[in-house]
């Protein structure tokens, strides 16, 4: 009672978390934890493969890289905050703060549409136009391609954040999630949101249609091109190239579909935190993995890494046992 006479006094609101009254709070901590560190760990061990491996410094990589960099910064907006509520009574979030998880949250997710349909033209360049790949996909290009894929997010970011925040949120501050999604703030207003929610759905749904159809161009033509291809080595070699983007693909933009185009009369405050954990937690972890164990080039990446790294133990010993 206390707890709630005093936020009603003030702009901050409490996050209920993924489970409401969890029976267990240390076994999800452990689990959430434990995708946590395993996510972090293999998007930076996939950036420092890109970065320093030669044979990865090609335009396809380039944008993977990207990819991870959106990933980690992704998970780290809203798990740590979920973390530590999952061992604190006062589940707390500022207006600040809550801005802020709004603000980052679309600019990722809006990135990480465009991102993933670029990736796509890229696999179609690769597959039906190998021969001007080079031209097609020069630095230059790629550059422009992953500002693009920011900027966009971003302005996802700059025109809902503002509108969101600049309701009436009066009562209960209670917000049935565990981080600040943008369905489950409006549900606090003191104000008829309607209006807002159809234009704020008409709009990710802009977003979704346009990469969506990005990629639906450019795997029609990938499967066109791979038909006419006589060696069979040759259409695995295509097909295996394509599959780690469509699974990343399904995954992702099967939960947007549902958050973004499915009607109210779908969405209950289980389901939506339910699906909000694959594009948000699960979909950061998977991501490394599906191109790291699909990938040959990256996993011979990887060996090669790790194989250094007892050599030159060794050296240094070597060179210490010298010295004395």
């Known amino acids: 009672m ?190 008829d949101t309607s209006l807002y929610e159809t234009l704020m759905y008409s709009c990710c749904l802009l977003m979704l249609l346009i990469p969506i159809s990005v990629i639906s161009v450019s795997y029609t033509h990938i499967l066109l091109t791979v038909h006419h291809i006589n060696s069979a080595e040759g259409r695995r070699k295509a097909l295996a190239t394509c599959s780690s983007h469509i699974m990343v693909v399904s995954i992702f933009y099967g939960a947007a579909f549902y958050t973004n185009v499915l009607p109210h009369s779908y969405h209950t405050p289980e389901k939506d935190k339910i699906v909000s954990t694959f594009y948000t937690i699960l979909t950061p972890m998977l991501n490394p993995l599906i191109y790291s164990l699909r990938n040959k080039d990256v996993a011979t990446a990887l060996r090669k890494v790790l194989s250094r790294c007892p050599s030159s133990q060794k050296t240094r010993v070597v060179d210490l046992s010298r010295l004395y």
């Not at 950036?47 to 990933?71: A, G």
Request: aromatic fraction near 14%; proline fraction near 5%; hydrophobic fraction near 50%.
């Open 2 to 191: 206390i707890m709630e006479a005093i936020l009603q006094n003030s702009t901050d609101f409490i996050l209920l978390g993924l489970i409401t009254h969890p029976e267990f709070p240390g076994l999800i901590f452990a689990v959430v934890f434990s995708i946590f560190l395993v996510s972090v760990t293999a998007n930076v061990v996939m950036i420092l493969l890109i970065h320093v491996d030669s044979r990865l410094n090609t335009p396809m990589y380039f944008l993977l890289s990207q990819l991870s960099i959106m990933d980690t910064v992704y998970i780290c907006i809203t798990v740590p905050k979920m973390l530590q509520d999952l061992l604190s009574k006062e589940k707390i979030i500022s207006f600040f703060g809550c801005t802020l998880q709004i603000f980052l949250y679309l600019t990722l997710i809006g990135g990480e549409f465009f991102l993933l349909g670029l990736m796509a033209y890229d696999l179609y360049v690769a597959v039906c136009k190998p021969l001007r790949y080079p031209l097609l996909m020069n630095r230059r290009i790629c550059l422009f391609m992953v500002v693009g894929s920011w900027v966009g997010g971003s302005l996802d970011g700059f025109m809902l954040t503002p509108f969101t925040m600049s309701f009436p949120y009066c009562g209960s501050r209670e917000i049935n999630h565990f981080f600040c999604e943008i369905p489950a703030v409006l549900k606090l207003s003191c104000v």
